[in-house]
């Protein structure tokens, strides 16, 4: 039967060609109508039977008829190709880079090449200052970075215990012990104490003690370890406060005053050179909030709300934060965050920084929070950058002290990307009681987290919008910890909500829901099968070995640190993470778990006591609009 339709139209072959030569003939004496070719035709297709519908169609299908006179890809404009990426993700991309050798070429075209760069990259043209002569090779290698790191290919992982001693099976001190004690000491376990942890580029800064701090080198696996005793002896211990390629920051803590049995941290400033390692001291007009450093430059944020700029090799500045113009404040609108601003760092001109004060608006304005963002050049304020925090059905409630409904939010100001794109900060939305779970098939779900970024290449603001897959006890769970990796959310919740009511997993992994910005594209749909699983194994990994706490990530590595140790994942494949190393099977099928094996225990250990922190987080009260 199946035979049948194609027989019978291959019969019906020498009839149909009878009536192509009388359209070929009606075609030639209506050469100058449109109108009347076309009529010639309908009136052709009319009088065909079926078999000779489908003796056309086959031969469409065969490719035996051939459409001349249409543009080729290749012959395409530009400016078409700017018209079509918006509507494509960074999967569908570089598919068409596979689809046959002239696609190939076309894709790669400087101006096209360009609006990839643009769209689904943007400040990459910008970090190498525009003079990129092979856009496409540029475009090609960030594309296969990000999609690795999406979906989770080539990962290698490993979990590090504490260890204390001046060297470790993991990390190497070039310099001999000054004491041979130093050598006895070994692998330690913080329990659920909080401990003092900065990271950047590689470099794990942690604190075990009031006298050291342990700087451990994740490429290098160099160990440096710096003592300052002294300032303990004398009642104003060192507190661990940031690191960098190049140095390593600490602030002086105050004894507490009578009645109070909580510390407080000092105006004294110690760095020490990883390179010499010399150390210079400072002093701050006001008691230190909040640091931030990269290279050889160090910002100090005062909790009056100083912002002070000091380099290895430079002197101190202090910018101005009060100008007219630039830190104008409409009437009515309040400093959140006690007036305390954040800073993101430009990658390439050291002489800009931006600093970011974030402000509640007044009502009847249905903003909920207005982020500013102000340029300074050579320590001077030369531009101001504006945008706003809103929800389409809610507002600021200014007389309601209720969790919920309710906008948690948490100034970050940390590295996102490798492009100029920095986390100002990251939204919580608190809207309802409801315990019951999410599927990924419900309609109608909410947006749960926004993470505020700004890119200090291109100079413009995006909103990445998450939705978490599960509701979770929202008015009473808080989370420990939120780290931001490029357009991923990862977090962590605190252990005592995870124990007391049997949460499932304590860290989720989010993928982006929207992205809200005129220059930047969505790279991808969500998480293949594959990522899925990992994700899945490291959390359960996670909550067997110990709750998550802080997580730091960048281009090479993200890290998960708990009290016994900490979790180094890495998608580059030019790099090998230290620790017992497990690579995943190449032939691993289904849904089964790959997990790293259970690390050894150590000695139990407290961490010294943390002085009070400049608090960071604010919790806005909403109602209905």
């Known amino acids: 039967m199946s035979a049948q339709p194609d027989t019978a139209a291959d019969a019906a072959a020498p009839d149909i060609s009878r009536q192509l030569e009388a359209l070929e003939l009606s075609r030639g004496r209506a050469a100058g109508s449109k109108r009347n070719r076309r009529d010639s035709i309908d009136s052709l297709l009319a009088n065909l039977s079926s078999w000779d519908l489908i003796y056309i169609r086959n031969r469409f299908r065969d490719g035996k008829i051939v459409m001349d006179g249409f543009a080729g890809l290749r012959e395409l404009p530009p400016e078409v190709f700017s018209s079509v990426v918006p509507h494509l993700n960074l999967e569908d991309v570089m598919n068409c880079y596979q689809v046959c050798r002239s696609w190939r070429v076309t894709w790669t075209q400087g101006a096209v090449a360009t609006a990839l760069c643009r769209r689904f990259f943007p400040g990459l043209l910008e970090l190498y200052g525009g003079d990129v002569p092979d856009r496409h090779v540029l475009f090609l290698a960030a594309a296969k970075r990000y999609l690795r790191r999406h979906h989770m290919r080539t990962t290698q992982r490993s979990f590090i215990s504490w260890d204390i001693g001046w060297n470790s099976e993991d990390f190497t001190n070039r310099q001999d012990p000054t004491n041979d004690l130093l050598l006895d000491l070994g692998r330690v376990d913080f329990g659920y104490s909080n401990l003092t942890i900065c990271y950047q580029n590689g470099k794990l800064a942690w604190q075990p003690g009031n006298c050291y701090v342990i700087i451990d080198d994740l490429r290098t696996r160099e160990r440096h370890r710096f003592t300052f005793g002294i300032d303990y002896i004398s009642g104003r211990p060192m507190q661990l406060q940031a690191v960098t390629e190049s140095l390593v920051v600490l602030a002086s803590s105050m004894p507490p005053y009578a009645h109070s ?282 909550l067997e070995i110990g709750f998550g706490r802080q997580i730091f990530a960048d281009e090479d590595f993200v890290i998960v640190t708990t009290g016994q140790g900490f979790l180094v994942c890495s998608w580059n494949q030019e790099l090998s993470v230290p620790g017992q190393v497990a690579e995943e099977p190449a032939d691993r099928t289904g849904q089964g778990s790959w997990n790293l094996p259970w690390p050894h225990p150590g000695e139990k250990m407290e961490p010294p006591r943390l002085p009070s922190l400049w608090d960071c987080r604010t919790v806005v009260s909403l109602k209905h609009l």
């Not at 700029?309 to 630039?326: F, I, Y």
């Not at 001077?380 to 002290?401: G, K, L, N």
């Not at 315990?435 to 990445?464: A, C, P, R």
Request: glycine content about 8%; proline content about 5%; aromatic content about 12%.
């Open 261 to 542: 049995t909580v510390m407080d941290y000092g105006q004294a400033i110690q760095v020490f050179s990883l390179e010499t390692m010399e150390s210079k001291r400072l002093s701050l007009p006001g008691k230190i909030a909040s640091c931030y450093a990269q290279g050889d430059r160090v910002v100090f944020v005062t909790k009056q709300g100083h912002v002070i700029l000091w380099g290895w090799s430079e002197r101190a500045t202090c910018l101005e934060v009060d100008h007219d113009q630039l830190h104008h404040r409409p009437f009515g609108w309040d400093k959140d965050l006690g007036g305390v601003p954040g800073v993101l760092f430009h990658p390439t001109e050291t002489d800009v920084l931006y600093v970011v004060w974030m402000n509640s608006v007044a009502p009847p304005d249905t903003r909920i929070n207005t982020i500013v963002v102000v340029k300074y050049e050579d320590g001077e304020p030369v531009r101001r950058f504006e945008t706003s925090i809103a929800h389409p059905r809610y507002q600021r409630d200014p007389d309601s002290r209720h969790s919920c409904p309710s906008m948690r939010f948490t100034l970050t100001c940390q590295k996102v990307n490798a492009y100029g794109l920095h986390g100002i900060g990251i939204a919580q939305w608190v809207l309802s009681d409801d315990l019951s779970y999410w599927h990924s098939d419900m309609d109608g779900k909410e947006v749960e987290w926004l993470q505020v970024g700004f890119n200090v290449l291109t100079e413009s603001f995006i909103m990445y919008e998450y939705q978490s897959q599960r509701h979770p006890y929202t008015a009473q769970i808080k989370p420990f910890d939120v780290c931001a990796w490029d357009d991923q959310l990862i977090i962590t919740w605190f252990d005592e909500y995870l124990i007391g009511r049997q949460y499932p997993y304590g860290m989720q992994w989010l993928n982006v829901r929207n992205v809200i910005g005129d220059d930047y594209g969505q790279r991808s749909n969500g998480a293949d099968g594959q990522a899925m699983r990992q994700r899945r194994d490291i959390c359960a990994y996670m």
